[in-house]
C-alpha cells in the first residue's frame, strides 16, 4: 500500500517537473507573457530599436535611459526588452542584431506583443554622399532594399527592375566578363491598409512624415565633434532630415559600389537594417523614424575604414538626436490615423 502510494506520488512528481520544464520551453514562455501583460498596463511605449553592441553601448552612455524598477526588462526569443523612460516618455528598448531578417523579426514582435506607438530605430550607417561628413547624423525621409536582386546572364535584358549594375564595366582590364547584370527589384509589401492577401511592389519606403516634421525641428543640435583630447573631426557634425537611404545585408566597404549607389539612387547612407525596420513598422500601420550617425565611407576613404575610430562617436551622436527627438514627441493623443496592435 504504502509503496503504491509513493508511486503514485513519484508519478505525479515527475509529471509536475515535465510540465514545468516544458512551459519554460515553449517558444514565447508564460512567463514573458505575463511580464508583458503587466508592462502593458503602464503603456503606451515608443519601441526603440538598436542593432549591435557599440551602438548600445553608446545608448547607455549618453545616460538618459532610466530602466524600470519593477519590470526592467522582458526575454523574447532571445533578445532582451528593456523596460524605462527616456525624459517623461516610456520606452521599450532592443538589441536587434545585425541584417535584416533580425531587423524585421525584433520589429514585428515589439509591435504584436507590446503597447507601442511607434518606432525609432537608431544606430551608426556609411556615407555615401560626399557632401556629407563622418559624424553627421541622418534622418532619411525613405528607404530602399538595395539588395533584392535578379542576377541574370550577359545577354538578358533588363526592362522591368528598377536598376541596372553591369559588372562587365567594371572589369580590369578591359574585356567582357561572363558576371553578367544585376537587376535592382522591388520588395512586396503587404500592408494594414491594403487589399488582404495582396502584396504591392514597393522600392522606396517613407519614414513618418509627421515625425520628419518633429525631427526637423532638431537641426541645430549640437553634436560631439571630438573622440578624446587629441582626436578630433575637421569640422562640427551637424543633423541633415530628409535623405534617402539605403538598405542590404551588405556590409558596402568599396569605393564603385558605393558611387553606383549615390548616383543611381541617389541615397546619402548605407545600412544592413533600417528598410527592414521601416518597411515592417509600415506594414503594421505603426509611424516610424530612423536616425543613424554616419561612422565610415562606405568605401570611399583612402586607407583605414574610419568605422573603428568615429564608430563610437557617430553613435553617441545618433543617441544625442533620438534622445532629443523622443524629448520633443507630442504623446498627449495618439495621433489619428495610427492604429494599435493587438496585445497579449
Ligand atoms: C545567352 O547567354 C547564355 C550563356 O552565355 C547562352 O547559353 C544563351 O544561349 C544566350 N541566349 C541568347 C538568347 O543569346
Ligand atoms: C513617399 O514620399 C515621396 C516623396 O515625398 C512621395 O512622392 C511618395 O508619394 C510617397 N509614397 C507614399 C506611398 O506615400
Ligand atoms: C584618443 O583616441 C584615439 C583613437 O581611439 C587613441 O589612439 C588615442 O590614444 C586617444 N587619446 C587619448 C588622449 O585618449
Ligand atoms: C547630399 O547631401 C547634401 C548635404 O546635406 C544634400 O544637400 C544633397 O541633397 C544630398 N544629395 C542627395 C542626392 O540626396
Redesign the pocket.
Known amino acids: 500500500m504504502a509503496a503504491k502510494r509513493f508511486a503514485a506520488c513519484f508519478l505525479r512528481l515527475v509529471l509536475i517537473s515535465r510540465l514545468v520544464a516544458y512551459s519554460f520551453s515553449l517558444p514565447l514562455n508564460w512567463r514573458s507573457l505575463n511580464l508583458i501583460k503587466k508592462v502593458n498596463r503602464k503603456g503606451p511605449y515608443i519601441g526603440l530599436i538598436t542593432v549591435f553592441p557599440p551602438e548600445e553601448t553608446a545608448f547607455f552612455q549618453i545616460g538618459a535611459f532610466k530602466p524600470n524598477q519593477k519590470h526592467p526588462f522582458v526575454d523574447l526569443s532571445g533578445r532582451r526588452f528593456l523596460v524605462g523612460k527616456i525624459h517623461d516618455k516610456k520606452v521599450v528598448y532592443v538589441r536587434c542584431g545585425v541584417g535584416m531578417m533580425n531587423a524585421a523579426a525584433a520589429t514585428q514582435q515589439m509591435l504584436d506583443l507590446f503597447d507601442i506607438l511607434g518606432i525609432v530605430h537608431f544606430g551608426i550607417a556609411g556615407n555615401a554622399n560626399n557632401s556629407l561628413s563622418i559624424g553627421d547624423v541622418t534622418i532619411p525621409q525613405q528607404f530602399s532594399h538595395t539588395g533584392i536582386w535578379d542576377w541574370l546572364n550577359p545577354n538578358r535584358s533588363l526592362n522591368y527592375d528598377e536598376a541596372n549594375l553591369d559588372f562587365k564595366r567594371y572589369n580590369v582590364p578591359r574585356g567582357d566578363n561572363l558576371l553578367g547584370h544585376i537587376g535592382f527589384s522591388y520588395e512586396q509589401f503587404f500592408s494594414e491598409y491594403g487589399k488582404a492577401n495582396t502584396a504591392r511592389p514597393l522600392f522606396w519606403a517613407n519614414t513618418t512624415r509627421q515625425w520628419l516634421q518633429v525631427a526637423a525641428n532638431l537641426k541645430g543640435i549640437k553634436l560631439n565633434q571630438c573622440?578624446?583630447?587629441?582626436?578630433c573631426l575637421p569640422q562640427k557634425p551637424r543633423l541633415v532630415v530628409g535623405l534617402r537611404g539605403s538598405t542590404a545585408n551588405i556590409f558596402v566597404d568599396n569605393a564603385a559600389y558605393r558611387d553606383f549607389l549615390f548616383q543611381t539612387f541617389r541615397v546619402s547612407s548605407v545600412d544592413m537594417e533600417s528598410s527592414a525596420v521601416v518597411m515592417t513598422s509600415l506594414s503594421n500601420g505603426f509611424p516610424v523614424i530612423v536616425i543613424r550617425g554616419l561612422s565610415d565611407l562606405a568605401g570611399g576613404q583612402s586607407g583605414h575604414n574610419s568605422i573603428d575610430?568615429f564608430g563610437s562617436l557617430a553613435a553617441i551622436n545618433a543617441c544625442k538626436v533620438v534622445v532629443q527627438f523622443i524629448k520633443q514627441l507630442h504623446l498627449d493623443t495618439r495621433e489619428p490615423g495610427f492604429p494599435r496592435s493587438i496585445h497579449p
Open positions: 573622440l578624446n583630447s587629441s582626436v575610430t
